[in-house]
């Protein structure tokens, strides 16, 4: 007899789970072809949704700038909301302003099984960024309710609230979300607390959306992968390690506004000068040492902010990722160090205020494990990766088992109109996900 290959194998292994689970349900044994056959989302209307949800903000350039707490937004999310009604998961708004849409399972005593992503945008974004990981649940949830297939563990589909400005939902919900945050000023204009107001939430009342460690029997996210390594290696699926911490802070430069005719060159404290000069100093820090951290300066703004006059204040960004946080945080004392010496070039002083720190989190290996079946089954080509963007996922991973998938980025292009990944390559993403639910209810 002919030995099996190993992706026969991994095929069966996966097929008899998600056999089971269908059977289950359903009352009488399906065969593995039957289940092969139905075991695939609607791939047609989960692309013709897709560009439904581009309509919401598209910007003249062709992707959206749906930034979180706009009225694009506000918009766009309650479309997805009748998506999750047709669904027959039941929709609701957490106090953070989070989408979660609740479907029953067969036992009461287990815990929720979650999976979704995020539809805010960064400003000028694309129309894939979360989207896809968001319209792929819904479909998943779409396929359990056709199929009439009832999983062991409550599922809850999850679009998260802001998540471009620092996972704000996600965070909430694991407890990460500290109070002084809720007075930042968002993308939008408004206040996260005015934000999370305007899209029907509380921010009086976030502490009972925190949710216990171990309370989530797991969380799966489908995203796209943002960079350009499964495009250019040709490889279907990527199986997230783990995902990369991020902190950002503004830093305030002051020095001294002055005429710009008058005040000779060497009597200056101009603002921007030591901006300039930090800018390039960050970069260098950032690549003195190997490694893939990542260091941006990515917004700023001068005072008084005039053509005639020497700016006297910049407050600009500063942004450091990494897997490992201590470096990020040896780097944050290097920049500071260095900046101090910057000042005293032309007497300027730097102040710096945290924005946000998401902490690097690795995902779960049982949910790497099972991602790779379910790739595996569906005979698409994997590799193990780091995610150097950050995701919703990493707050859900300090609850419980965190499994992440990426599709490829044409191009690795991301954050930028241009963003693009395939219809196919989606819809394989989207059905790796259902696998991976079903096996997951079934394993954890
Ligand atoms: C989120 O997309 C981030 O990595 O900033
Ligand atoms: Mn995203
Ligand atoms: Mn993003």
Redesign the pocket.
């Given at each position: 007899m002919r030995r099996m290959t190993r992706r026969e194998f991994h095929r069966m292994t996966m097929m008899s789970a998600i056999a089971a689970a269908g059977a289950e349900a359903l009352g009488h044994a399906r065969s593995l072809s039957q289940l092969m056959a139905i075991q695939r989302i609607d791939g047609s209307r989960l692309t013709a949704r897709l560009a439904a949800l581009s309509a919401f903000g598209r910007n003249p350039q062709g992707g959206v700038s749906r930034v979180a707490y706009s009225d694009a937004d506000k918009a766009a999310r309650a479309t997805v909301m009748d998506w999750m009604r047709d669904a027959t998961l039941e929709p609701s708004i957490d106090f953070a302003a989070n989408i979660i849409g609740r479907r029953a399972g067969s036992s009461a005593s287990l815990p929720p099984l979650l999976f979704g992503s995020h539809i805010d945008s960064v400003p000028e974004g694309g129309n894939f960024?979360g989207d896809v990981g968001s319209v792929a649940a819904i479909e998943v949830a779409r396929w359990l309710a056709e199929q009439r297939v009832t999983t062991r563990h409550p599922l809850e589909v999850t679009i998260w609230s802001n998540?471009?400005g620092g996972i704000i939902g996600s965070r909430a919900v694991s407890g990460q979300l500290a109070t002084a945050e809720l007075a930042n000023v968002s993308s939008s204009g408004k206040t996260i607390a005015d934000g999370i107001r305007f899209l029907g939430g509380d921010p009086s009342r976030l502490a009972a959306v925190k949710r216990a460690k171990g309370s989530i029997a797991g969380y799966f996210e489908l995203h796209i992968e943002q960079g350009g390594i499964l495009d250019t290696a040709g490889i279907k699926v990527g199986i997230v390690e783990g995902i990369v911490g991020?902190r950002q802070w503004d830093v305030t430069i002051e020095g001294f506004a002055n005429h710009a005719g008058t005040t000779p060159m060497n009597q200056r404290h101009d603002a921007m000068l030591a901006a300039a000069r930090f800018i390039e100093m960050v970069n260098r820090v950032v690549t003195s040492e190997p490694g893939r951290q990542v260091g941006t300066v990515g917004r700023l703004q001068a005072w008084p902010g005039a053509p005639n006059v020497i700016p006297g204040k910049v407050i600009c960004s500063l942004e450091l990722r990494d897997l490992d946080d201590a470096k990020v945080a040896r780097l944050f004392d290097r920049i500071k160090t260095e900046a101090v010496a910057i000042g005293a070039l032309n007497q300027t002083t730097f102040s710096y205020t945290p924005l946000h720190e998401n902490v690097a989190a690795p995902s779960d290996p049982r949910m790497r494990g099972i991602i790779a079946d379910a790739a595996k089954a569906l005979g698409l080509s994997t590799r193990v990766m780091p995610s150097g963007?950050?995701?919703d996922a990493q707050a859900l991973a300090q609850l419980g088992p965190m499994g992440m998938i990426f599709i490829p980025s044409v191009g690795g292009i991301s954050?930028a109109p241009k963003e693009f990944s395939n219809a196919a390559d989606i819809v394989n993403g989207a059905n790796v996900l259902l696998g991976a639910v079903l096996a997951a209810d079934r394993a954890i």
């Open positions: 960024d998540e471009e991020i963007a950050g995701h954050h």
